[in-house]
C-alpha cells in the first residue's frame, strides 16, 4: 500500500516562488517508488510536471517547465518536494503527487501512476 499526501500550494505573484511538499508511505513488496508531481488546470487535461526515480538523482521535466521548477526527495524522510520559481500565470492549476510502482522507470504520463495525493492548488497572478 502506498499513501501520498501532498502540501505547500498557494497564491503568489508571477515571477513569485512556492515549494510544494508530499509526505509518502510506501509499504510494497520492493518498498520503493517512482514519483512525480503533475498538474491539471481548469477544463485541461492533468499533465506531467516532473518524476524521479527511486535511489536516483535523475529528474525529469516537461518542458513548460523546465529551468524553473527543481524536483527533489528525501528517502530518509520519505518526502518529495516541488521548488517552484519564476511561476507564471500559465502554472495555475491543481498540483498532484503521484507515486508509481514501476519504480525502475519514470514518468511524466498520468496513467503511468498508481497512488495520488489529494491535490493542492497553485494561483499565479498576473
Known amino acids: 500500500q502506498v499513501q501520498v499526501a501532498d502540501s505547500g500550494g498557494g497564491s503568489v505573484q508571477a515571477g513569485g516562488s512556492l515549494r510544494l511538499s508530499c509526505a509518502a508511505t510506501?509499504?510494497?513488496?520492493?518498498?520503493?517508488?517512482?514519483m512525480g508531481w503533475l498538474r491539471q488546470a481548469p477544463g485541461k487535461k492533468r499533465e506531467g510536471v516532473s518524476s524521479?526515480?527511486?535511489?536516483?538523482?535523475?529528474?525529469f521535466y516537461s518542458d513548460s517547465v523546465k529551468g524553473r521548477f527543481a524536483i527533489s526527495r528525501d528517502d530518509a524522510k520519505n518526502t518529495l518536494y516541488l521548488q517552484m520559481n519564476n511561476l507564471k500565470p500559465g502554472d495555475t492549476a491543481i498540483y498532484y503527487c503521484?507515486?508509481?510502482?514501476?519504480?525502475?522507470?519514470?514518468?511524466?504520463?498520468?496513467?503511468?501512476?498508481?497512488?495520488w495525493g489529494q491535490g493542492t492548488q497553485v494561483t499565479v497572478s498576473s
Open positions: 503521484a507515486a508509481s510502482v514501476a519504480w525502475r522507470t519514470s514518468t511524466l504520463m498520468a496513467q503511468d501512476y498508481n497512488y
Open positions: 510506501i509499504d510494497t513488496p520492493s518498498g520503493k517508488a517512482t
Open positions: 524521479i526515480k527511486w535511489g536516483s538523482t535523475s529528474t
